[in-house]
């Protein structure tokens, strides 16, 4: 699975956009981008996956450069509740496990 | 649909005794994954089954851990004579095909004492 950089740390006020970038470079093409999240002590939560096309559902939407190099995750309206650690995950296609990173630990702040 | 369901969702062990860790995946997925958080550590893959049988335990460790997912009830991660390192949330996974989206449930809190 191809590696993925993301910053450790951000801030966000509520009721802003929350763009959370990601960066994986050596992207195969059959390897899809996924964004999960942590909130403290709990399970992960998916959030949405994605191959080339930007992709919307009701929690976030995902944009992927043409390229496919780098990634953005957008919450489009950040609450307190989105406080978590975010993380962006790159797997094959017909691959099984996902191999979590550092994540990004996303503060929205009132 | 009820999710992912861990049980126990703490579990405490004196050092030398077994912890047996179940996880009912949601109704209709087959593919059960099982990861590890050591605290303040990231989530760490141990292994992934699909009914009966263990198709990647390339993380787990060579001794005392074990993971079964039976034809019929749930999946269980056994730990035998743990030690204080065993200490850790424990998820599980679970998807209905290898290329679906995994959801995971809440995990076990193993503490060894």
Redesign the interface.
């Known amino acids: 699975d191809a590696k993925t950089t993301q910053p450790p740390s951000m801030d966000c006020a509520e009721g802003r956009a929350a763009n959370l970038p990601c960066n994986h470079s050596t992207i195969s093409g059959n390897e899809y981008v996924?964004w999960y999240r942590?909130i403290h002590?709990?399970?992960?939560?998916?959030i949405i996956?994605g191959l080339k096309n930007n992709e919307t559902n009701e929690m976030a939407s995902l944009i992927i450069t043409e390229d496919r190099k780098s990634s953005t995750l957008i919450l489009p309206h950040a609450t307190l509740r989105d406080t978590a650690v975010y993380y962006c995950i790159v797997r094959w296609?017909?691959?099984?496990?996902?191999?979590?990173?550092?994540?990004t630990q996303l503060t929205v702040n009132p | 649909n009820a999710g992912?369901m861990q049980n126990p969702r703490h579990l405490v062990r004196r050092r030398g005794q077994e912890a047996r860790l179940r996880c009912s995946p949601m109704k209709g997925h087959s593919?059960v994954?099982w990861?590890r958080q050591l605290p303040e550590e990231?989530?760490?893959?141990m292994v992934?089954l699909q009914k009966e049988n263990i198709?990647?335990e390339s993380?787990m460790p060579k001794e005392r851990f074990s993971a079964e997912f039976p034809k019929e009830g749930p999946s269980i991660l056994r730990i035998q004579q743990v030690v204080r390192g065993d200490s850790a949330?424990y998820?599980c996974?679970s998807s209905p095909d290898?290329?679906s989206?995994?959801?995971?449930?809440?995990?076990t809190r193993l503490t060894v004492t």
């Open positions: 996924y942590q002590s709990q399970g992960p939560q998916y996956h296609s017909s691959g099984s496990r996902l191999t979590f990173g550092e994540g | 992912v593919h994954y990861y990231g989530l760490k893959f992934y198709i990647d993380g949330a998820f996974a290898r290329d989206p995994l959801h995971f449930g809440n995990g």
